[in-house]
């Protein structure tokens, strides 16, 4: 399976942008337990979980710092993840990665992913 992050950028606080993931190697609506997240990692922190959502069926979580701002969403004809993200702040410059696996349960630790994309840059201007 291999992850592709775009859509990364700068933007002025208060801004919005859009993060694509596009999967291929496989077709994750044949995954039972397929989910797809969204993390990330800001310089000298620690990876965090920002938000992921159940292949079928669609069910969302997302981390309480975005929730009501940040929104995801897939695309099951193109094997895409999207995340919305709305008002953006300063401290949430970070890299934003993409990842997915088969998971039981709130997907809502690094740990619980088996594929990872590249990251992509979002920077956030005061």
């Known amino acids: 399976v291999q992850l592709q992050a775009f859509g990364g950028g700068l933007v002025q606080a208060g801004g919005s942008l859009r993060l694509s993931c596009a999967a291929s190697g496989h077709t994750f609506s044949s995954f039972v337990m397929g989910v797809m997240g969204w993390f990330r990692q800001a310089p000298g922190k620690e990876r965090e979980f920002v938000a992921a959502?159940?292949?079928?069926?669609?069910?969302?979580y997302y981390a309480d710092s975005v929730k009501g701002r940040f929104t995801i969403s897939r695309d099951n004809a193109k094997n895409t993840v999207y995340l919305q993200m709305n008002s953006l702040e300063p401290e949430e410059t970070a890299v934003y990665y993409c990842a997915c696996g088969n998971i039981i349960g709130r997907p809502m630790q690094s740990r619980q992913y088996d594929y990872w994309g590249q990251g992509t840059q979002v920077t956030v201007s005061s």
């Open positions: 959502i159940k292949w079928n069926g669609g069910t969302t």
